[in-house]
């Protein structure tokens, strides 16, 4: 009986750093388990680019095994799951609600994007169009 628990045990304790294991492995892999966008913004009639218009810049939030990340990704109207990609650089913790904050003005040139805490970035227009 004694001998049984130890072989019960020790399997349970090798199923389950095997299953550790293997979350660790599609963390460290950037394994994303969904995919879901917080904001986004389109560019407006009033500009044009003259390639994949009209271009949408979205902040995503990915869910990863231990935790989650957000990226905003710029895509153009015709493949939403392709284009330039950048991390999402505000350096506070804060909440989905605070990122639906995040503003984003479009011009000739590109798109600039001020984050909730006034910090800003812009995006020229080389850097996306024809889906780079």
């Known amino acids: 009986m004694k001998k049984t628990s130890v072989v019960i045990l020790t399997l349970g304790a090798g199923l389950f750093t095997g299953i550790l294991i293997i979350v660790i492995l599609f963390q460290l892999m950037g394994v994303t ?36 990340n957000y990226i905003m990704m710029v895509t153009g109207k015709s493949d939403k799951s392709y284009g330039h990609v950048i991390s999402y650089i505000d350096p506070a913790p804060i909440s989905d609600e605070e990122i639906k904050k995040t503003r984003v003005i479009w011009n000739n040139e590109g798109a600039e994007v001020t984050f909730p805490l006034g910090q800003k970035l812009y995006i020229p227009k080389e850097r996306f169009i024809g889906l780079r």
């Open 33 to 68: 388990l969904s995919d879901r966008v917080i904001t986004s913004s389109s560019q407006g009639d009033y500009i044009k680019y003259n390639s994949d218009d009209p271009y949408t810049l979205s902040i995503i939030k990915q869910t990863q095994p231990l935790g989650s």
